[in-house]
């Protein structure tokens, strides 16, 4: 198993640009989530999804859209990029319900925008 | 809404010396997890803890879970280099809360 993937590892972009930071996981992990860390921060949830077709906002959502429209796939949507956006993301997936309910993340996408 | 709250939030210990961190949550928590998340990497699962006063112990390391399942620590015993990176905390819900982290650098 790959476990969770992003990509892209690293991007630049300008305000007012969009872009989408693509996550995907091949465990069938029914829970996926969206965080980002500001540096020397913590994690802080943006969206998380609780199976396909279902999506629901975190601590700080404004900016950001999502879509789950299977189950390995969860994409993060940028629509006008702003400074305040520049961050690392990390995408997340779990199966809740099995008892340990252990998160895998993958590896972030740094993102800067100028 | 629930909150995880983690002190200290910064600790420089000389290596070979103790080290504690504290995991504080408003609400009771089904289960509490710990990530560690090494300088540039991404969070990783250390350990679950799930029932009340429950110990568990991952070589240095030893975790434990509160009576009233609103708080956790995190002891690590003779610190060395290879435990450099900041520790989190996260209450056992859909909606997993981290805490504010706990970032450990070792004076050699």
């Known amino acids: 198993n790959a476990g969770v993937t992003q990509t892209p590892k690293f991007r630049i972009l300008k305000i007012g640009q969009s872009m989408t930071l693509q996550c995907t996981q091949d465990m069938n992990h029914n829970y996926m989530y969206w965080y980002r860390q500001d540096p020397g921060m913590g994690l802080k949830l943006i969206y998380y999804s609780v199976g396909a077709g279902i999506t629901d906002k975190g601590e700080v959502p404004n900016g950001y859209n999502v879509s789950r429209s299977t189950t390995e796939d969860f994409p993060l949507r940028l629509e006008l990029a702003a400074p305040s956006q520049t961050s690392v993301y990390f995408c997340?997936?779990?199966?809740?319900?099995?008892?340990?309910?252990?998160?895998?993340f993958g590896p972030g996408t740094r993102l800067t925008v100028l | 809404g629930q909150q995880v709250m983690q002190i200290p939030q910064y600790q420089h210990v000389q290596e070979g010396e103790d080290f504690t961190t504290y995991c504080n949550s408003s609400?009771?928590?089904?289960?509490i997890q710990w990530y560690k998340q090494r300088p540039g990497g991404h969070p990783v699962f250390l350990i679950q803890l799930v029932k009340s006063g429950e110990v568990k112990k991952q070589k240095r390391l030893t975790f434990q879970f509160g009576e009233a399942k609103k708080n956790s620590s995190l002891h690590i015993t003779a610190t060395q280099t290879t435990v450099v990176g900041t520790y989190f905390c996260t209450g056992g819900n859909e909606k997993l809360t981290f805490g504010t982290g706990t970032r450990l650098t070792i004076i050699p």
């Open positions: 997340a997936s779990n199966k809740i319900g099995t008892g340990t309910d252990t998160q895998y």
């Open positions: 609400t009771t928590l089904s289960n």
